[in-house]
């Protein structure tokens, strides 16, 4: 498996694949996807198997410690010099979960803040994926203001 940063020919996969890893109305749409990576490609990792994209991860950065639904919206809220970076999603096609992916894009992930001197990264789950993230580390903060996609979220930081 390689993680890199994407190329803008690789979005409409990554809208694909989000579709397939998240409801409708919790899902990037392919135009949220092509603002994002306009505003952000730094914060872009996707994962291929042999030549093939198969996940990704993806978030904007903030000075913010709690990922506000505005910010899935409004790509221009990035901070480039933000001391948080945050996680909008970690997207595995089906066929391709349970093999570690995830963990992987998620360590990357961790290691690309680190690399950019961040104090930590935030984002926000739902309950059963509270265990996965806080094996990287991640507090949970409690349960979060965001209504995003009318689901039931949980605050998690990363303190670095």
Not at 86 to 113: N, S, T
């Amino acid at each position: 498996m390689e993680i890199i940063h994407p190329q803008k020919k690789d979005i409409q996969k990554l809208a694909f694949i989000e579709a397939d890893c998240f409801p409708l109305a919790e899902a990037a749409s392919y135009s949220d996807l092509k603002a994002r990576y306009r505003a952000f490609p730094e914060n872009f990792l996707i994962a291929k198997e042999e030549g093939k994209i198969v996940g990704f991860i993806n978030g904007n950065t903030t000075n913010q410690t709690i990922l506000e639904d505005r910010f899935y919206e409004d790509a221009s809220l990035h901070d480039p010099s933000g001391a948080y970076m945050c996680v909008f999603g970690i997207d595995v096609e089906p066929p391709y979960q349970g093999r570690g992916i995830g963990k992987a894009l998620m360590h990357a992930y961790i290691d690309l803040a680190k690399s950019r001197k961040k104090k930590g990264i935030v984002l926000t789950c739902k309950k059963r994926l509270k265990p996965f993230y806080e094996s990287f580390g991640f507090t949970c903060l409690g349960q979060s203001q965001s209504t995003h996609g009318g689901a039931l979220w949980y605050d998690m930081l990363l303190a670095f």
